[in-house]
C-alpha cells in the first residue's frame, strides 16, 4: 500500500499553492474596508424613505437636474479621456527612441501628475481666468473686446482633465510602445513601406489594445471628477456631474438613500463604458508585440 | 478607376529593376566620434553572394544597415549603376531584409507577412495570390500560410522571414546573420537552403556572420572586417590559402597565432626561431628580419615528428581524428589534430612544412 502523497502535492495537482492562504489577512481587510461598505451602500440606496424599494432609483430619473448629470459626466469624460489617449500617441510615438534632452521633455509631460487638481485648478484661473495672462494679452493685443470665458464652465473643467489626465495617458501610451520591437518597423520600411503605413499597418495594430486599456483608465479617473467641477466648473449648471449631485444628496439635503443610489449608477455607467471598450478590445491582436526569437 | 491610376507617383511598381553592379565608395559611419565603419569600398556584381565576416563589434551589420538604409551614412555612397541610392529612404530602395530576430509581424498570418511587401507596392491581387502561393512553396510552408508567427518553430520563422524578404524579387538581398538563432542542425539545413535559394532564383545576396564556416561554404566573395576597417576582400580560396593578416588568419582557422622574432631569409621562406628550435615558413606582407612577427599554422598542419618538443596537456575525441593541447617548455600552447591518441602527460614533439607556416608583421 502506498501512503497517501503529502497535503502539498495533492493541492499543486490541483494548482493550489498553500502559500496563497497568507493572502487571507489582507483578504479580509479588503472585505472589511472595501466590500462592506460598498454593499452597505448598494443596500441603504434601496431603502429610500419615501416611494419604495427603487424609490431613489425613482427620484434620480424622474429628476432633470439629477438625470441630467449622466449626461454633463459623459459629455466631460469621455472627450477629455479620448484626447488625453489621441494626444499621447503621436507625441510618444515621437519620443520612443533615444535622443538627447529625452528626460527633461518626459519629466515636462508628467509633472502635472504631481500638481494635484487643486493647485491645477488655481492655476487655471491665474492664468485663463477672465483676469488673467491669457485675456489680458488678448485684450491689450485687441483681439477681442470682452474676455474670453475660459474658467468656470465646461471648459475649465475640461482644461484640468487634460492636463490631470495626459501624464497617465502618456506614461501608459509610452511604456506600450517601447514594447513594441523596433526592428518590425524597419522591416516594413525594407519591404517598401513609408512612414504612414508602418504607423497604420504595424504599430497601431499592435498598440491598440494597449489604448484601450489606457483609454478605461483615464476616462475612469476623468469619471468621477470633483475638485476640478466645483473649482474651474459651474457646479450647478453645465458642470454638474454625478459626482456632485451624490454630495449634493448626502451633505447638503442629507438623503442618504438617494447619494447611494448616485454612486451605484456612477459604478453602472462605468462599467458600461468600459465593458463596451474592453469588448472592442478583445476584437484585436492582444498577443506577442516581439518580432520573433530574441 | 483603374488600378494604375490610384497608384502614387514615385511608389516603385511591380518589380524593382535588376542593377548590373552596386558600388560601395568610401561608405563610413561614426556613432558618437567613434568610426564604426570605415571607407568602405566594394562593388557587388548581380548574382554574386558576399558574406561580411568579422567578430561582433567589427562594424558588419553596420554596413548592412548603411546599405539597406536604416542607417544613414557619415560619409561616403553608394551607387546602384548610375542611379545614387544612399540618398534614398530603405522604403524606396527595393531591397529585400532578414533580421537577425526575424521580425514578423506578430499580428498577421504567415500568409499576409509574407504579402505585406507586395501590397505595399500595390501589385493587383490576382498576381499577389500566385506570388505569395509561389513562395510558400519555395519555402514548405503552405501547411503554415493562416498561421500566426507565434505559434511557428524558429526554423519556421526563418523561412517565413526569407520568404517575406523574396518573394519581391529584390535586386538585393540582405541577411543579418540570419542562421544565428537556430541549433545546429537546423543551421546547417538552412544554410544549404539558403544557398539554393540564391543559385535557384537568381538573387544577390549579401550575408552578415561572424562564423567563418558559415561564410566559406556560402559565399563567392569574403569581405573580412576588423575595427570597422577592411581586412581583406576575396574568393573563399583566396582567403583559407593566404590571407592577407594575422588578424584574418586568426579568423580563417590559424588557431596557433605565435608572436615570434623574423629570423634570416632562406630561399622564399622565412626562418623564425622558437624556444632554440628553427622552422621555416613563409613570409606574408614582407617582415623584415628582426622585426617582431606573427607565425600562424593550422591544427591539422601541426604534424607530429621530429622538431619541436611539448607535452600534452589535453585530448578531446573528434570522431576521425583528435585534437590534442600541447605545451612547450617555455609555455606556448598549440592545437594540432592527431590520428593516433596520445595520452594526457606524454612528450611529443610537432613540426609543420613551410608552406603551411605563413609568418606575419605583427
Known amino acids: 500500500m502506498s501512503a497517501r502523497p503529502a497535503l502539498r502535492h ?90 538627447r534632452g529625452k528626460r527633461l521633455v518626459t519629466t515636462l509631460l508628467v509633472v502635472p501628475i ?26 491689450s493685443a485687441g483681439l477681442v473686446d470682452a474676455p474670453v470665458r475660459l474658467t468656470n464652465n465646461f471648459w475649465g473643467v475640461f482644461f484640468s482633465l487634460v492636463i490631470t489626465g495626459f501624464p497617465f495617458a502618456f506614461l501608459l501610451v509610452l511604456s506600450y510602445l517601447s514594447g513594441i520591437d523596433p526592428s518590425l518597423e524597419r522591416a516594413a520600411a525594407t519591404l517598401g513601406a513609408g512612414r504612414w503605413q508602418r504607423f497604420r ?48 444628496a448626502a451633505y447638503v439635503r442629507y438623503d442618504y438613500p438617494l447619494a447611494s443610489a448616485v454612486a451605484v449608477l456612477m459604478g453602472l455607467v462605468e462599467l458600461l463604458v468600459i465593458a463596451a471598450v474592453l469588448g472592442w478590445r478583445a476584437l484585436l491582436y492582444t498577443g506577442t508585440t516581439a518580432g520573433g526569437k530574441g | 478607376m483603374t488600378a494604375a491610376a490610384t497608384r502614387r507617383p514615385g511608389t516603385p511598381a511591380g518589380r524593382p529593376g535588376r542593377f548590373e553592379t552596386l558600388r560601395l565608395d568610401g561608405v563610413s559611419r561614426s556613432f558618437g566620434g567613434h568610426e564604426a565603419l570605415a571607407d568602405l569600398d566594394l562593388t557587388i556584381r548581380r548574382g554574386e553572394f558576399i558574406a561580411l565576416l568579422g567578430p561582433s563589434g567589427c562594424g558588419k551589420s553596420t554596413a548592412l544597415n548603411c546599405l539597406a538604409g536604416l542607417l544613414p551614412l557619415t560619409r561616403g555612397s553608394i551607387w546602384q549603376d548610375e542611379a545614387r541610392l544612399d540618398v534614398l529612404p530603405p522604403e524606396r530602395r527595393g531591397f529585400g531584409m532578414v533580421f537577425q530576430n526575424y521580425a514578423l509581424f506578430p499580428h498577421l498570418s504567415v500568409r499576409r507577412n509574407i504579402a505585406f511587401g507586395l501590397q505595399m507596392r500595390k501589385v493587383p491581387r490576382a498576381e499577389l495570390r500566385r506570388r505569395v502561393d509561389e513562395a510558400l512553396r519555395l519555402v ?36 543579418d546573420e540570419p542562421l544565428s538563432n537556430l541549433d545546429a542542425k537546423l543551421r546547417l539545413e538552412m544554410r544549404t537552403e539558403i544557398r539554393r535559394l540564391h543559385q535557384s532564383l537568381g538573387l544577390t545576396t549579401v550575408y552578415v ?17 576588423r575595427a570597422g576597417r577592411v581586412q581583406q576582400i576575396g574568393p573563399p580560396e583566396q582567403l583559407h590559402a593566404e590571407p592577407a593578416n594575422w588578424h584574418v ?28 628550435h628553427e622552422l621555416v615558413g613563409t613570409p606574408v606582407g614582407d617582415p623584415a628580419p628582426g622585426s617582431a612577427v606573427m607565425a600562424a599554422v593550422r591544427p591539422e598542419d601541426l604534424i607530429i615528428g621530429p622538431g619541436l618538443p611539448a607535452t600534452v596537456e589535453v585530448v578531446e575525441y573528434q ?26 602527460g606524454d612528450r611529443i614533439a610537432v613540426t609543420v612544412e613551410p608552406r603551411r607556416l605563413l609568418v606575419f608583421p605583427s
Not at chain 1, 114 to 139: D, E, H, K, M, S
Not at chain 2, 152 to 173: C, K, T
Request: charge should be positive; aromatic fraction near 8%; include cysteine.
Open chain 2, 319 to 344: 570522431g576521425r581524428e583528435v585534437a590534442v593541447e600541447a605545451r612547450t617548455a617555455g609555455g606556448i600552447a598549440l592545437s594540432l589534430l592527431s590520428a593516433d591518441r596520445p595520452a594526457v
Open chain 1, 201 to 248: 499597418r504595424i504599430t497601431l495594430p499592435l498598440l491598440a489594445p494597449g489604448l484601450a486599456t489606457t483609454f478605461c483608465l483615464t476616462f475612469v479617473l476623468a469619471f468621477s471628477v470633483f475638485p476640478s467641477a466645483v473649482l474651474v466648473g459651474d457646479p450647478s449648471g453645465t458642470t454638474r456631474v454625478m459626482s456632485i449631485a451624490a454630495y449634493d
Open chain 2, 209 to 225: 556572420t561572424h562564423d567563418q564556416e558559415e561564410a566559406l561554404s556560402l559565399a563567392d566573395r569574403l569581405v573580412v572586417l
Open chain 2, 140 to 175: 514548405h510552408l503552405q501547411e503554415q500560410a493562416g498561421k500566426l508567427p507565434g505559434q511557428l518553430s524558429g526554423g519556421q520563422q526563418q523561412r517565413v522571414a526569407i520568404a517575406r524578404a523574396v518573394v519581391l524579387e529584390p535586386s538585393l538581398v540582405l541577411m
Open chain 1, 114 to 139: 504631481t500638481l494635484g487638481t487643486v493647485l491645477t485648478a488655481q492655476g487655471l484661473l491665474n492664468f485663463l481666468g477672465p483676469t488673467g495672462w491669457f485675456n489680458r494679452t488678448l485684450l
Open chain 1, 10 to 99: 495533492r493541492l499543486a495537482e490541483r494548482g493550489v499553492d498553500r502559500q496563497l492562504l497568507l493572502l487571507l489577512p489582507a483578504a479580509l481587510f479588503v472585505v472589511t474596508l472595501f466590500i462592506y461598505p460598498f454593499l452597505y451602500g448598494v443596500g441603504l440606496s434601496f431603502q429610500p424613505t419615501r416611494g419604495g424599494m427603487l424609490g431613489a432609483y425613482r427620484e434620480f430619473f424622474t429628476d432633470a437636474y439629477l438625470r441630467d448629470t449622466i449626461l454633463t459626466t459623459l459629455r466631460l469624460s469621455l472627450p477629455a479621456a479620448l484626447l488625453n489617449v489621441l494626444a499621447s500617441v503621436p507625441i510618444a510615438y515621437r519620443m520612443r527612441g533615444r535622443f
Open chain 2, 249 to 276: 588568419a586568426d579568423f580563417m582557422g590559424y588557431r596557433n597565432l605565435l608572436p615570434l622574432t623574423a629570423g634570416p631569409r632562406r630561399g622564399a621562406g622565412i626562418v623564425v626561431e622558437i624556444e632554440g
